[in-house]
């Protein structure tokens, strides 16, 4: 059976050239880049290529402000903690209720230090209201750490917007942004598009190269203490030997990204129309999350009423579909996704949410396979629903009253 992925919010597959980019770092020029003789120099100097050819293709900032790490996680982990190390004065954080599990764990940590959380929320599309977060930087603000697109939904927050703001405030305040859903699929420019962002945090496996490795934008003159400490590597502001071919992959992962951005990304966008529109066409009583905000071109998260999105996901990888209820981080969790809650989605449908994540490399015989199955899944699944009538293809007239008794109970 041919395997339909559409789970790419979650991980990537390796693109050719980014493997065979890596290949020779592996059994060839396989140096440790801190090594003084003449092979590991070649190596070091393959490596201050890929850190050159990052810091290009995110505006053309200074190689220096690229730190590698082993993940998007990491990268955020290090922004963060590393901010609240190296301010101590401050000791209040803004972010938002929609965050990925790598920021929002950390800042739960924080507050139990003693820390003060604003934790902003989303309307019905996903939406974060401006004025709101106006209203909360304050004396005290020590950083901002927002995502730049959520990766269940798609919604695109306005970084340029809210960095500007809290700059502009504040020249103190420090402004992170997890980009690990947008990079390689939005332009991001350091430099002239995204000025006052003083963190951005990435990883490869979003964007067609390995698990394993991350980039951390950190900003010349911003003030964080480091992570991990015993090696000189990164200029002290991250220990540890380089992961060379890895981010070798990073770097080819990304050039090939932004050479062929506006050609993916319509491409993308067109089949990730088609199988909104399609769905929506075919399957009643359902509902797009974050319909009415900007979204990337990859990302459909879709409602459906009065059935659970486990089963749907179980039939669908009996069909060769790969599709997900939420973030990956989250997936072993039966709690409804934080961030539709966040975003109001209603109990009959927060449980029935899917996300479809597109790439590349799909097709739109792939989609076409995926709107011929899935309708009929959802079909049969509602067969069992007591809040159907199956005779209407309908929700039963008292479903909304029966479903609250039983949430009730």
């Not at 950190?218 to 060379?244: C, I, S």
């Amino acid at each position: 059976m041919k395997t339909i992925y559409l789970d790419n919010n979650a991980t990537t597959r390796v693109a050719p050239e980014v493997y065979e980019a890596m290949a020779p770092y592996f059994t060839e020029d396989y140096f440790n880049p801190s090594s003084m003789y003449e092979p590991a120099r070649q190596t070091s100097q393959a490596l201050g290529a890929a850190r050159k050819g990052v810091a290009d293709r995110l505006g053309g900032i200074d190689p220096r402000e690229v730190i590698f790490t082993g993940c998007a996680s990491e990268s955020n982990n290090a922004a963060i903690f590393g901010a609240a190390r190296g301010n101590p004065e401050r000791r209040h954080i803004i972010t938002t209720s929609v965050e990925h599990p790598a920021v929002i764990e950390v800042c739960r940590e924080l507050e139990r230090e003693g820390y003060k959380v604003t934790w902003l929320g989303v309307d019905r599309d996903g939406n974060l209201n401006v004025r709101e977060f106006i209203q909360a930087l304050s004396p005290a603000t020590l950083m901002v750490s927002i995502m730049h697109a959520n990766n269940e939904t798609g919604v695109v927050f306005p970084i340029d917007q809210l960095s500007r703001i809290a700059k502009q405030t504040d020249p103190s305040i420090i402004f992170h942004t997890d980009a690990t859903q947008t990079v390689g699929k939005l332009p991001i420019d350091l430099v002239s598009g995204l000025p006052y962002v003083d963190m951005l945090s990435f990883s490869g496996h979003k964007l067609h190269a390995p698990k394993g490795v991350g980039v951390l934008f950190l900003r010349k003159g911003t003030r964080v203490r480091p992570y991990l400490f015993g090696g000189h590597q990164a200029e002290g502001r991250r220990a540890g030997t380089e992961n060379v071919p890895y981010i070798i992959g990073i770097s080819k992962a990304l050039e090939l990204a932004t050479e062929r951005m506006d050609e993916d990304e319509a491409r993308v966008g067109k089949l990730r129309d088609r199988l909104e529109a399609g769905l929506m066409e075919r399957i009643p009583a359902a509902q797009v999350n974050g319909k009415g905000a900007e979204r990337l071109p990859n990302t459909l998260n879709i409602a459906f009423h009065y059935i659970e999105g486990e089963g749907m996901l179980f039939q669908l990888s009996g069909l060769g579909i790969c599709a997900s209820s939420g973030s990956a981080c989250t997936s072993g969790s039966l709690e409804p996704s934080h961030v539709l809650r966040a975003m109001k989605v209603p109990f009959t449908a927060i449980h029935g949410s899917l996300r479809f994540s597109l790439s590349r490399y799909n097709t739109e015989d792939e989609i076409d396979y995926v709107l011929e199955h899935l309708p009929k899944v959802v079909a049969n699944l509602r067969k069992l629903s007591p809040y159907w009538d199956n005779e209407k293809n309908a929700p039963r007239a008292d479903a909304d009253a029966r479903l609250g008794q039983t949430h009730l109970k």
